[in-house]
């Protein structure tokens, strides 16, 4: 059986839980029986409940955290830990988004440990990994890549593999509206299908789930999709709109 496409939407830090509500509601009346791919939302901490009430009846739509801690619990001001996110709904969780690792320092040995925590509680993460412009215009995209999976994955087991995904986002496409093309990503994708192999053998290399990011959109999602080794898209701006990441899901799983 081939990989299940997945689609994520980073809401990232945008709506109220009133706003994330009405944007969860509008998109169960969208996309709320079209199984042919999964789905994942991720509001804001403060919007998780209120995305996971509305999105109760829409067994294809799953709830996601943008962030977590990597400790369980304790003297971590203004911190959430996995098992919070647990208790509020959430099945996945986005580790490493390039913001994390630009505004707040974030590295590949913390991507990591906030892997295993959130693997260790049953959540499912969604990895992040991509390179800057400088990276890619000087020739290093392949080995920042590697990288950025050997050590984000070091230590997974089998089975934690299994229910990891990751995100391929070159930096330099998000929020820009300048999108990779469909070979550019392909390229990248078979990058991280071989390290995976490399790394854990070529039964969970074939397996695994690996989305493109940065400027998806309704009129690109397709072309991207359809290349053999995208998996499925991680959406940040056109999420924030119902019809136009119905869209995208239509299009991207068709
Ligand atoms: P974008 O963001 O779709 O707005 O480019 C993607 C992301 O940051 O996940």
């Given at each position: 059986?081939?990989?299940?496409?997945?689609?994520?939407?980073?809401?990232?830090?945008?709506k109220?839980?009133?706003?994330?509500?009405?944007?969860?509601?509008?998109?169960?009346?969208?996309?709320?029986?079209?199984?042919?791919?999964?789905?994942?939302?991720?509001?804001?901490?403060?919007g998780?409940?209120?995305?996971?009430?509305?999105?109760?009846?829409?067994?294809?739509?799953?709830?996601?955290?943008?962030?977590?801690?990597?400790?369980?619990n304790?003297?971590?001001?203004?911190?959430?830990?996995?098992?919070?996110?647990?208790?509020?709904?959430?099945?996945?969780?986005?580790?490493?988004?390039?913001?994390?690792?630009?505004?707040?320092?974030?590295?590949?040995?913390?991507?990591?440990?906030?892997?295993?925590?959130?693997?260790?509680?049953?959540?499912?993460?969604?990895?992040?990994?991509?390179?800057?412009?400088?990276?890619?215009?000087?020739?290093?995209?392949?080995?920042?890549?590697?990288?950025?999976?050997?050590?984000?994955?070091?230590?997974?087991?089998?089975?934690?593999?299994a229910?990891?995904?990751?995100?391929?986002e070159?930096?330099?496409?998000?929020?820009?509206?300048?999108?990779?093309?469909?070979?550019?990503?392909?390229?990248?994708?078979?990058?991280?299908?071989?390290?995976?192999?490399?790394?854990?053998?070529?039964?969970?290399?074939?397996?695994?789930?690996?989305?493109?990011?940065?400027?998806?959109?309704?009129?690109?999602?397709?072309?991207?999709?359809?290349?053999?080794?995208?998996?499925?898209?991680?959406?940040?701006?056109?999420?924030?709109?119902?019809?136009?990441?119905?869209?995208?899901?239509?299009k991207?799983?068709?």
């Open positions: 059986m081939g990989r299940k496409k997945i689609i994520a939407g980073n809401w990232k830090m945008n109220t839980p009133e706003e994330s509500r009405q944007l969860a509601m509008q998109l169960v009346a969208e996309i709320g029986g079209f199984n042919a791919c999964d789905i994942v939302v991720c509001p804001t901490y403060t998780l409940e209120a995305v996971r009430n509305a999105i109760a009846g829409a067994t294809n739509i799953h709830l996601g955290a943008q962030n977590l801690h990597q400790e369980k304790g003297a971590f001001t203004g911190e959430i830990s996995a098992s919070m996110l647990v208790g509020t709904g959430c099945t996945y969780v986005i580790i490493g988004h390039s913001e994390r690792r630009q505004y707040f320092g974030e590295n590949d040995a913390l991507v990591n440990q906030k892997t295993k925590s959130a693997l260790a509680a049953g959540l499912k993460p969604i990895v992040c990994v991509g390179e800057t412009l400088d990276v890619r215009e000087s020739g290093g995209t392949e080995k920042l890549v590697r990288e950025q999976v050997r050590q984000g994955l070091a230590g997974l087991t089998e089975a934690q593999l229910s990891t995904v990751l995100a391929y070159p930096v330099w496409a998000i929020g820009t509206g300048k999108v990779a093309t469909p070979a550019q990503a392909q390229e990248v994708h078979l990058w991280i299908r071989s390290e995976l192999a490399a790394c854990f053998g070529e039964a969970v290399a074939t397996g695994f789930r690996i989305q493109y990011g940065g400027s998806v959109k309704s009129d690109n999602a397709a072309e991207l999709l359809n290349q053999p080794d995208i998996d499925g898209a991680l959406v940040g701006g056109a999420s924030l709109d119902a019809a136009g990441f119905a869209a995208i899901i239509k991207g799983c068709a």
